[in-house]
């Protein structure tokens, strides 16, 4: 079963998320057909999310996504976050959870 849980934001390089989760789903178990479609997905979600990021920032709003993506075999979350302040309280419980 693979689980993961993504924090994304603009200065997000994607190939690099992308080559992380490939790995991570190849030592999970996950077949390779379900894994190639999940990670294209996944890959596709992310550009669109850091390109409306970036106009987002470039006018000087806020922008906080979160998707879940599951199946049988693996369950992804990816939180987007951009110009997001967040509270020393929320910051701190990230920090515990190892975010």
């Known amino acids: 079963m693979l689980r993961e849980t993504l924090h994304l934001d ?3 390089h994607v190939e690099s998320v992308i080559a992380e989760l490939r790995n991570k789903s190849h030592q999970s ?3 390779p ?3 190639d479609t ?3 997905e996944v890959r596709e979600l992310i550009l669109e999310l850091v390109e409306q990021g970036k106009r987002i920032a470039a006018v000087g709003s806020q922008m906080e996504v979160t998707r879940d993506l599951s199946g049988d075999d693996y369950s992804i ?3 987007f976050r951009e110009g997001v302040r967040r509270s020393v309280f929320a ?4 920090a515990l ?3």
């Open 10 to 12: 603009t200065a997000t």
């Open 33 to 35: 057909l379900i894994s």
């Open 77 to 79: 979350r990816i939180v």
């Open 97 to 99: 959870r190892g975010r």
């Open 38 to 40: 999940l990670l294209r």
């Open 29 to 31: 178990g996950l077949s």
């Open 91 to 94: 910051k701190l419980l990230d």
